[in-house]
């Protein structure tokens, strides 16, 4: 049995969803059974557990692109407003658990958001901003 120290006082024990393998948590506050079994898949070293610690990585990181670029996080000049931000997170869900491949939404303004998936597996966000240039059109009668 392993045994994962958070300097807490209270001592949980709980398993791998994948493996099985059994580990001694010690946390603050009392966590729930799936929060235990959380714990101990994150910290576990067997094959799946690790391909899932990578994928929850990779959702997170896009989560925290979307603020990056999108959200709470961004420039003052560059915030959409929070249920676009709201839609991109959704999205980034979406494309973790499979749902969707590839998603872009055309904001105003020029702005293209697009986040899609790799083939590494790797999420992707993307902010595209296109300038228009002013035409003037002179029309010609006769």
């Known amino acids: 049995m392993r045994r994962i120290k958070h300097t807490g006082n209270i001592v949980k024990t709980a398993k791998c969803r994948f493996c099985g393998q059994m580990t001694q948590i010690e946390a603050d506050e009392e966590l ?6 959380e714990q101990a898949t994150m910290t576990c070293n067997c094959t799946d557990a690790v391909e ?15 603020a990056a670029l999108f959200g709470e996080a961004a420039t003052p000049d560059k915030r959409c407003g929070e249920g676009i931000v709201k839609i991109l997170k959704a999205a980034v869900e979406e494309i973790y658990t499979g749902g ?3 998603v872009t939404l055309n904001l105003r303004g020029g702005v ?17 901003e296109t300038k228009k240039t002013e035409t003037h ?5 006769g």
């Open 137 to 141: 059109r002179v029309m010609t009668g």
């Open 32 to 37: 729930t059974a799936a929060q235990a079994e």
């Open 52 to 66: 899932y610690q990578k994928e929850k990585q990779r959702k997170e990181k896009a989560m925290q692109n979307v």
């Open 100 to 102: 969707l491949a590839k």
């Open 112 to 128: 293209k958001a697009s986040i899609s998936q790799n083939s590494k597996g790797e999420i992707n966000v993307e902010r595209t």
